[in-house]
């Protein structure tokens, strides 16, 4: 069975500035909670830490994916698989400008998963064996663990720092412990920075673009992405919808939509196989909403959906033609609530 790494970022969600416009206000009803609708021209944005209060979050990933291989006989793999981290993050030290170091400390990790049928749990209460530490090793190397991230007032990261625990465990639980040289462990440390915790706290901490933003104004934010033989240029444009007053409380309503345009070979040969590969169908969106009074993130949803497809044709050892053709679709959610 495939295993999946649900520290993959969505997309970079970046807040800018935008255009003013007039005072206005509305009453709206959302269930039992009545919230009131506020137009202002600009409104400042910021994160608010406050050193020495903890900040509880649940974070959901839900990853569908569906995979097919048809060539003499056709294979099909459904998998679905839904993830739950608790965690708290503690404002550890404030400095000049409100750079604050935060420590996120994953409290807990439950897991539920089902491929083509067949069940699959795990929880970070239970006590595995060996192999079963194996299997999960990506989920038994994060839990229980604290980790440091450095941020500005506007949510980017700074630096990040205290991952040699989690490199340890990892390393530990596959048998490798004490296998890298001092360079080869600094070298694999930053790789499980970059590839890891930096897509998993971006999650946590959206990065705002400006410090003031206005109602209906939208912003964009373009970053480069690989994709098989394709270089994928993402755009994601947001845009402020809306601010309300929800129990005394002035929250920020953000949109968000991918939009990517690519470049790159369709066709490429390898070792006598040549590969056929489908344009890359990909789109995003999501929202967010941000506590202005508090300067914290509410709650996040993003959701992206990739499809590809790709045609392998090459000959047998009596020179037979050979065809294989492998789509793929997986739609990958994630959710942010502040508990």
Do not use: H
């Amino acid at each position: 069975m495939k295993k999946y790494l649900l520290f993959g970022v969505l997309v970079l969600f970046v807040i800018g500035c935008g255009n003013d416009k007039t005072n206005e206000k509305t009453d709206v009803t959302k269930g039992n909670e009545k919230a009131e609708e506020i137009v202002e021209s600009v409104r400042p944005i910021v994160y608010k830490f406050e050193k020495g209060k903890a900040l509880n979050y649940k974070m959901t990933t839900i990853l569908s994916n569906t995979q097919s291989i048809q060539a003499d006989t056709l294979i099909k793999t459904e998998m679905i698989q839904n993830a739950v981290y608790l965690l708290e993050l503690m404002p550890i030290d404030i400095g000049k400008d409100n750079v604050t170091i935060l420590e996120v400390f994953v409290k807990s990790i439950k897991v539920d998963a089902n491929i083509n049928g067949e069940s699959m749990k795990y929880n970070s209460a239970l006590i595995l064996s060996d192999r079963e530490r194996k299997f999960f090793v990506d989920y038994e190397s994060m839990k229980k663990k604290k980790f440091r991230i450095t941020v500005n007032k506007s949510g980017k990261i700074l630096n990040i720092s205290n991952t040699k625990s989690i490199a340890d465990e990892m390393l530990a639980i596959q048998d490798k412990a004490g296998s890298f040289t001092k360079e080869q462990m600094e070298q694999f440390i930053q790789e499980l920075n970059s590839a890891v915790i930096r897509p998993f706290s971006e999650q946590l901490i959206r990065e705002l673009g400006k410090e003031e933003m206005g109602i209906n104004s939208s912003w964009e934010k373009k970053y480069n992405s690989m994709l098989a033989g394709f270089s994928i240029e993402n755009s994601a444009l947001f845009t402020l919808t809306g601010i309300e007053n929800r129990n005394g409380k002035e929250i920020a309503n953000i949109s968000a939509q991918l939009s990517v345009t690519w470049k790159g070979q369709n066709q490429v040969s390898e070792q006598g196989v040549n590969y056929f590969f489908s344009d890359p169908d990909i789109s995003g969106s999501g929202s967010l909403q941000f506590n202005l009074d508090d300067g914290l993130l509410e709650k996040s949803q993003t959701t992206m959906r990739m499809g590809m497809e790709v045609t392998m044709r090459s000959s047998d050892a009596n020179q037979m033609p050979v065809t294989a053709v492998k789509k793929d679709m997986i739609v990958n959610s994630t959710i942010i609530e502040k508990l």
